[in-house]
Structures are given as structure tokens and as C-alpha cells.
């Protein structure tokens, strides 16, 4: 088992800033590739970004591109998405996912959730 909890969510005015961190627990966190999905009500959870373990390949949806960055810290058993120039359609809940594939956009492909932290981007 692996326990994700996420944190650093808040409200924030569009053009801002945020880094939202996940913390695992459990198994080896080096051994899993991590993501980033997010979800608005009423709709399908999105893809946002992934690390590979091992050589830390990442890979993003093209609506986030160039503004966030996903990083990990196997020594904290931290993911880190670092989000930029935010716009108020990334408005949602964002939640931290782990798989022992290499690396997935498709979140059935995910053993792990944590709860989630909401980010609200205001205009």
C-alpha cells in the first residue's frame, strides 16, 4: 500500500503562482511513477503531468505545458507540481496518483489516490 496526502492548494488571482506537494507513504516510493490529474465537478478526472521513476521522464497534457512543472524528491517521498501563469480554467481538484508502470496518462492505469487539494483561480 502506499498513503498519498496532498497539500498546498489555496485560492490565487489568474497570472499567479502555486506548488502543490504530495507526500507518500508506504512503499518504496522510487519504484513508482508519479502524477498529477485533476477534476472539476461533473466531469472526468484530466491528466495534468507524470515522473517516471528512474530516470525521471516527464511528460504533461498540452493545456499545462510550459506553465507547470512536476519534479519529485525520491530522499522526501515528495511530488511536486509547480504551477505557473494560472489561468482560471485549472480551477479544481488536484490529486496525486502512483502506479508501477513506467509512466501513464490514463488515470485507470493508477493504484494509489490521495484526497486531493482544491486550487481556485480567480479573474
Known amino acids: 500500500q502506499v498513503q498519498l496526502v496532498e497539500s498546498g492548494g489555496g485560492l490565487v488571482q489568474a497570472g499567479g503562482s502555486l506548488r502543490l506537494s504530495c507526500a507518500a507513504s508506504?512503499?518504496?516510493?522510487?519504484?513508482?511513477?508519479m502524477a498529477w490529474f485533476r477534476q472539476t465537478p461533473g466531469k472526468e478526472r484530466q491528466f495534468v503531468a507524470t515522473?517516471?521513476?528512474?530516470?525521471?521522464?516527464?511528460l504533461y497534457a498540452d493545456s499545462v505545458k510550459g506553465r507547470f512543472t512536476i519534479s519529485r524528491d525520491n530522499a522526501k517521498n515528495t511530488v511536486y507540481l509547480q504551477m505557473s501563469t494560472l489561468k482560471p480554467e485549472d480551477t479544481a481538484v488536484y490529486l496525486c496518483?502512483?502506479?508501477?508502470?513506467?509512466?501513464?496518462?490514463?488515470?485507470?492505469?493508477?493504484?494509489?489516490w490521495g484526497q486531493g487539494t482544491q486550487v481556485t483561480v480567480s479573474s
Open positions: 496518483a502512483a502506479t508501477r508502470r513506467l509512466y501513464s496518462a490514463h488515470y485507470s492505469d493508477y493504484d494509489y
Open positions: 508506504g512503499r518504496t516510493f522510487s519504484n513508482y511513477a
Open positions: 515522473i517516471t521513476f528512474g530516470d525521471n521522464t516527464t
